[in-house]
């Protein structure tokens, strides 16, 4: 089974309102909060409300409904939070991480916006 949804992983747990978080945005789809370990000084998580393991599955399995609504949730807080590059923001980088290569820590699909300093190159080479 490629996509073993894990149904105690951490972000369901919030989703199911047993741990709290500190919510951006929320939508019937998808909810956006602020990362427990920013890494910048705008670092929110997005996820979609259902049980997706990583951006692929939710790309494949996930209704168009929930598909749209997560990439305007995006751009919502993107707007929200003035990093728009060419609308007076200084920019931001999102990431996924899927799986194991990806050092993935949570087993439910989340989207990292991450802004507000230099950011650096995308990877950096190892060995
Ligand atoms: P990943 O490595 O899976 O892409 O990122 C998981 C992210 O979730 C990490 O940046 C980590 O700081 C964040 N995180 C882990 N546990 C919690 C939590 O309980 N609350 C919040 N808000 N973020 C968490």
């Known amino acids: 089974m490629p996509y073993d949804y894990d149904d105690q992983n951490i972000f369901a747990k ?6 709290p978080n ?3 945005m929320e939508t019937e789809h ?15 998580l997005v996820i979609p409300k259902g049980p997706y393991v990583t951006y692929d599955h939710f790309a494949l399995a996930a209704s168009e409904a929930e ?7 995006c751009g919502r807080i993107c707007a929200a939070a003035g990093i728009q590059p060419g609308e007076g923001g ?6 996924s991480n899927a799986g194991e290569a990806a050092v993935q820590e949570v087993p439910h699909y989340h989207l990292h916006i991450l802004a507000g300093r230099p ?3 995308m990877l950096q080479k190892v060995g």
Not at 67 to 73: G, H, L, N, P, Q
Not at 90 to 95: A, D, F, L, P, S
Request: glycine share 8%; aromatic share 8%.
């Open 119 to 121: 950011l650096g190159r």
């Open 30 to 44: 998808t909810l956006a909060f602020n990362d427990i370990h920013a890494q910048a000084p705008v670092h929110v």
């Open 22 to 24: 500190n919510t951006v």
């Open 90 to 95: 200084q920019g931001y980088r999102t990431i």
């Open 14 to 19: 919030i989703l199911r309102g047993e741990i």
């Open 67 to 73: 598909i749209v609504d997560f990439t305007r949730v």
